[in-house]
Every structure is written in structure tokens, then in C-alpha cells.
């Protein structure tokens, strides 16, 4: 176990945040624990792990949107052509969600099968 320098951590962790959010942190300690703008409380070694990933997401960042820009956009035009067709519409009742429930869908799956299958137990 290494022992980290409180002091140097939360002074590392504070400026990693404030790059990578624009704004100072309110770091809460109790106990050996730390709680970073009344979020989840951590120990002293997870604020230096993200003081690292702060670090990498901010250097990730502009390399995202370098290749956004240059890329050229596809035009909405082909991916309007390329529809899927409809899909069949089935005489079972829909779920108030949209779609069928499990039951009507292993039903509807059992009758289209050709087989001489059965439900499952319990089922009507």
C-alpha cells in the first residue's frame, strides 16, 4: 500500500476537475472519506484514479471532434431509400407498451412454426 500525500491529491484532483467541468469542485472530507459536490463518498486512492481519468478524458476530447469535423456528411436522401419493408401484421393484441407480451409472442412463434407444438405449462 503507498502512501499518498492528501494535500497533493486533492490539489491534483481539483485541478483535473476544473478543466475537464469548468468549475471548482466542493470537496467534503470525513473520516478518511471524501464526497465530491455531495456525491458518492470515496477513498483518497479512487479520487486519484480519476484525477487520471479527468486527465485522459479532457486529452480524448478534441480528438473526437477533429474527425467529426472532418468527415463529410452522408445525405438523409439514401438512407430514406434503404427502408426495411413492413412487417407483417399479426392478429394478436398489443401490450399497452407497443409490442406483444412474452405470451403472444411464444404463441404467435409456436403457430408459425407448422409443427405440432404446444405452450408452455401454465399458459392458456
Known amino acids: 500500500m503507498s502512501n499518498l500525500d492528501k494535500e497533493k491529491v486533492l490539489a491534483?484532483?481539483?485541478?483535473?476537475?476544473?478543466?475537464?467541468?469548468?468549475?471548482?469542485?466542493?470537496?467534503?472530507?470525513?473520516?478518511?472519506w471524501y464526497s465530491v459536490d455531495g456525491g458518492k463518498n470515496v477513498r483518497l486512492t479512487q479520487l486519484a484514479d480519476e484525477t487520471?481519468?479527468?486527465?485522459k478524458e479532457k486529452k480524448a476530447?478534441?480528438?473526437k471532434s477533429e474527425t467529426k469535423s472532418?468527415?463529410?456528411k452522408k445525405p438523409t436522401a439514401e438512407k430514406s431509400r434503404a427502408k426495411k419493408p413492413a412487417a407483417k401484421k399479426s392478429s394478436a393484441k398489443k401490450s399497452s407498451s407497443g409490442g406483444l407480451?412474452?405470451?403472444?409472442?411464444?404463441?404467435?412463434?409456436?403457430?408459425?412454426?407448422g409443427s405440432d407444438?404446444?405452450?408452455?405449462?401454465?399458459?392458456?
Open 12 to 32: 491534483e484532483y481539483t485541478e483535473a476537475y476544473q478543466k475537464a467541468h469548468g468549475k471548482k469542485p466542493k470537496i467534503e472530507s470525513s473520516n478518511g
Open 52 to 55: 487520471k481519468a479527468l486527465g
Open 61 to 63: 476530447a478534441p480528438k
Open 70 to 72: 472532418a468527415e463529410p
Open 101 to 113: 407480451t412474452a405470451k403472444e409472442l411464444w404463441k404467435q412463434k409456436l403457430e408459425n412454426k
Open 117 to 124: 407444438c404446444r405452450l408452455p405449462r401454465g399458459s392458456v
